[in-house]
């Protein structure tokens, strides 16, 4: 028999709204993920050759904002969304058909700045909340992937002759 450790006041580990907004982002950035993968296929134009692989850079990198999110929130006592109709039911971004010619290169952009910024804001409300429920290690963790995607809107907004904020 093994007596527990207990250190005075330091017992309770429960996130609940971290969880939730956790597997908020989970949905997010896998609906994000899909399209991105949708502009790399579906654009045409002029810029091909530098937006084409760029769009495979932002899934590599959305792809380790997923799963050390995913695994994060099972850390903490959470269980990730992990099919596709449960990113579907859960996501705030939207979820459209490609079609050849519907978007020009700069629509695609700037529907990809768009969904940037809507991430941007979900990993804004993440970081209060955790910060609220006192589980830094997840706010830590967040502060960096936001710091991410501001460059990576920054970025885009350039390439659009725009400031960062869209201005
Ligand atoms: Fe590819």
């Known amino acids: 028999m093994i007596n ?3 250190v005075e006041g330091q017992n309770k580990y429960d996130y609940p709204e971290t969880r939730q907004i956790l597997n908020q982002l989970v949905a997010d950035i896998s609906q994000l993920s899909v ?7 579906y654009m045409r134009g002029k810029e091909f ?6 769009m495979d850079e ?3 990198q959305l792809g380790v904002h997923l799963d050390e999110i995913a695994e994060r ?3 903490i006592g959470g269980a990730p ?12 971004l939207p979820e459209e058909p490609g079609e050849f010619g ?10 990809l700045v768009n969904q940037f910024e809507y991430l941007r804001d979900v990993y804004q409300k993440a970081m209060e909340i955790s910060d609220a429920e006192k589980d830094w290690p997840t706010q830590d963790m967040l502060n960096g992937f936001k710091g991410e995607i501001d460059k990576n809107i920054w970025t885009l907004n350039a ?3 725009k400031g960062p904020f869209g201005d």
């Open 4 to 6: 527990k450790l207990n």
């Open 35 to 41: 399209n991105i993968h949708q502009t790399h296929w």
């Open 49 to 54: 050759f530098r937006l084409h692989p760029l």
């Open 58 to 60: 932002y899934m590599d």
């Open 73 to 75: 929130l099972i850390e």
């Open 81 to 92: 969304y992990s099919t596709t109709q449960e990113f579907m039911d859960h996501t705030g």
């Open 102 to 111: 519907k978007y020009s290169m700069e629509d695609y952009v700037a529907r």
């Open 159 to 161: 390439f659009l002759g």
